[in-house]
């Protein structure tokens, strides 16, 4: 079956921009995670989802980055005014369940340039 | 605080040794361990988590772990590499609370020459 799919692929943004990153999870997955992913680093959680529900959200490193999750499967994470330091890989993970032994699979990322 | 390690960034084999990338891992609960690759310009793939039970785990690829609750670690195995296990090798974990953030190691870098 089809994989969790992310668009854009590659973004790229003057700074003070808006951008907004979709997420596709894999059809019937409840839990759906956001990482941010620097070069040369691993992925950083950001924010996780539950169906339509945020449960977390300790990892946004500010006010300007915001997720959505309205209906349950699609998400979009949104980041107001973009900065440099917001380059990065933005990773999207979904889960069959909300049990905390559920593996996660990744979609693609976006690669997020701010000039 | 839950913490990852991967003391190597770059590990070297010659094709049809084994190879083994290390991890090691703190957390104030039970773990819940998993290995992930990433090929160039693609997503995370997962190979193989630890949850409970045997100690050997087996996954996808030949590719194996070794859970040592001893010394908090989770190397990954495999006894033959070939040159398309070429890839970045992630660890992770969780611990067994209520915490669904996976906390990543920083990516071991694999190389097989032929």
């Known amino acids: 079956g089809a994989g969790v799919s992310q668009s854009p692929r590659y973004k790229v943004a003057k700074r003070g921009q808006d951008v907004a990153l979709r997420c596709d999870p894999i059809s019937g997955h409840v839990s759906l995670f956001w990482y941010q992913q620097a070069l040369g680093q691993g992925p950083e959680f950001l924010t996780y989802?539950?169906?339509?529900?945020?449960?977390?959200k300790s990892g946004l490193p500010s006010d300007r980055f915001f997720a959505e999750r309205p209906e349950g499967s699609v998400s979009t994470l949104k980041i107001q005014r973009t900065q440099q330091e917001d380059s990065a890989v933005y990773l999207c993970?979904?889960?069959?369940?909300?049990?905390?032994?559920?593996?996660?699979?990744f979609g693609p990322g976006t690669r997020l340039l701010v000039l | 605080a839950q913490s990852v390690a991967q003391p190597e960034d770059q590990v070297n084999v010659a094709e049809g040794n084994p190879l083994t990338v290390k991890c090691t891992y703190s957390?104030?609960?039970?773990?819940?361990l998993f290995w992930y690759v990433q090929y160039p310009n693609r997503g995370l793939q997962f190979l193989l988590k630890?949850?409970?039970?045997d100690n050997l785990v087996k996954g996808s690829y030949g590719f194996e772990a070794e859970f040592n609750k001893s010394q908090t670690s989770f190397h990954l195995k495999k006894p033959s590499a070939l040159v398309s296990d070429s890839a970045l090798y992630f660890c992770a974990v969780r611990d067994g609370g209520s915490n669904y953030q996976l906390i990543w190691g920083a990516g071991t870098k694999l190389i097989i020459k032929p």
């Open positions: 630890y949850i409970t039970g």
């Open positions: 957390v104030s609960g039970n773990p819940y």
């Open positions: 993970a979904s889960s069959l369940g909300g049990g905390i032994q559920e593996t996660q699979y």
């Open positions: 989802f539950q169906n339509e529900a945020q449960l977390d």
